[in-house]
């Protein structure tokens, strides 16, 4: 009776643990670099991360509260699965909450300016321009091919500027 | 380049992803997801919101200043000096493409600069723009014109049409500085103002365009022709 209730936590414990990897998992397999996205799985991807902070915390819990119920009666092997069940969906929970891709972009934590006559660039170098009322502002693209994205605010209006 | 206000609430965006090689950004307000190319919220509390284009200029930054010395320039971020790639353009051409558009005479990783009127897109290949500059043309029959500066590399486009009657641009070899002649006898500045001739002071409509590679272009506007001649 006790070893069958066992082997049915246990195998409720594989599960979650699956059920958290995938949710980490499926957005991070489409939504990365290089390789096509059609429009229905990148709408299944933003679906799951839309779910999957909330769902890999449950998952998580629900792996602690199973492995100490089970630990006691667990044999060594049984423990080592435990254990790793528990990492995978904390690992999980975890990444569904970190945005890795500010790690890889870099964005500009303050913007500072320069005036025109200050700054150090080539005439020829590229540069994004707009101008507000008259608020003039140059974004060098070397500058924004390496931070890719920018709040800022010209003439009062709020821009982003992107490359 | 978007202006960062949507449904009457100032957004603030970070970069979530990447599909098809263009960014998705978020706003940190409604944690929407937007595509950089079109300014689309697509999944989220302003999904189908689109953020209205702020109109900007690709030109080099010698030209910009000699029209705007009193303006600001970007700084560079302390101890990230190093990491601005000059050769990213050369590093960028060398990553894969996930979608492909043959058949059309241009390559994956073609510049081309995007017009968009009235619901139809044109592409007009960078090289081509920079050779045959003043480059005229019709989208949804409106007569445009993309126009090279003195520079040889900053491109502006405007629309070809004052008060209902169509200009046809020509550059002036007779004259030592850079200008545009019409066949009213007007001379034009590279601001598409005219500086000399019955319609000066007078100024053409600027025209935003997207420079960007073919494949990215092709795929987001699927039913874009190509400039040709």
């Known amino acids: ?163 | 380049m978007w202006k960062r206000t949507a449904q009457g609430r100032e957004l603030h965006f970070y970069l979530a992803g990447i599909n098809n090689q263009n960014f998705l950004m978020r706003d940190r307000e409604t944690g929407s997801w937007w595509q950089q190319v079109t300014g689309r919220a697509i999944s989220g509390a302003l999904s189908g919101a689109t953020l209205e284009l702020a109109p900007y200029d690709e030109v080099t930054f010698g030209l910009w200043k000699s029209g705007s010395p009193r303006g600001m320039v970007l700084a560079p971020v302390a101890g990230r000096e190093k990491d601005y790639d000059n050769d990213w353009e050369k590093e960028v051409a060398k990553y894969p493409v996930p979608v492909s558009f043959p058949g059309q005479g241009l390559k994956d990783r073609d510049v081309i600069l995007g017009v968009e009127i009235g619901g139809q897109a044109r592409a007009f290949p960078l090289d081509r723009v920079l050779t045959q500059s003043p480059v005229e043309d019709k989208i949804a029959g409106i007569p445009i014109v993309l126009v090279t500066g003195k520079d040889g590399a900053s491109v502006r486009a405007f629309r070809l049409q004052g008060n209902g009657s169509e200009t046809e641009l020509f550059r002036d070899s007779q004259s030592a500085e850079w200008r545009l002649i019409d066949s009213q006898g007007n001379a034009w500045n590279f601001e598409g103002c005219a500086i000399a001739g019955p319609a000066t002071g007078q100024c053409l409509e600027k025209i935003s365009f997207l420079k960007d590679f073919w494949f990215d272009w092709k795929n987001y506007h699927p039913q874009t022709t190509v400039y040709r001649r």
């Open chain 1, 1 to 163: 009776m006790s070893e069958a209730r066992n082997r049915v936590l246990g195998a409720v414990v594989l599960l979650l643990t699956i059920a958290s990897v995938g949710l980490f998992l499926i957005p991070a397999f489409v939504i990365r670099p290089f390789r096509y996205q059609s429009a229905n799985a990148l709408s299944l991807a933003i679906r799951v991360k839309w779910v999957a902070p909330a769902l890999t915390a449950l998952a998580c819990a629900g792996v602690l509260l199973l492995a100490v119920s089970l630990w006691r009666t667990a044999s060594r092997a049984a423990r080592a699965s435990l254990v790793a069940a528990l990492v995978l969906s904390v690992a999980s929970a975890v990444l569904a909450r970190l945005n890795y891709f500010e790690w890889m972009f870099r964005p500009i934590p303050a913007a500072g300016f320069v005036a025109a006559g200050d700054a150090h660039l080539a005439d020829k170098e590229m540069v994004m321009t707009v101008l507000m009322g008259s608020d003039a502002r140059a974004y060098p693209i070397r500058q924004m091919a390496y931070h890719h994205i920018l709040n800022d605010t010209a003439g009062g209006v709020p821009i982003v500027v992107t490359y």
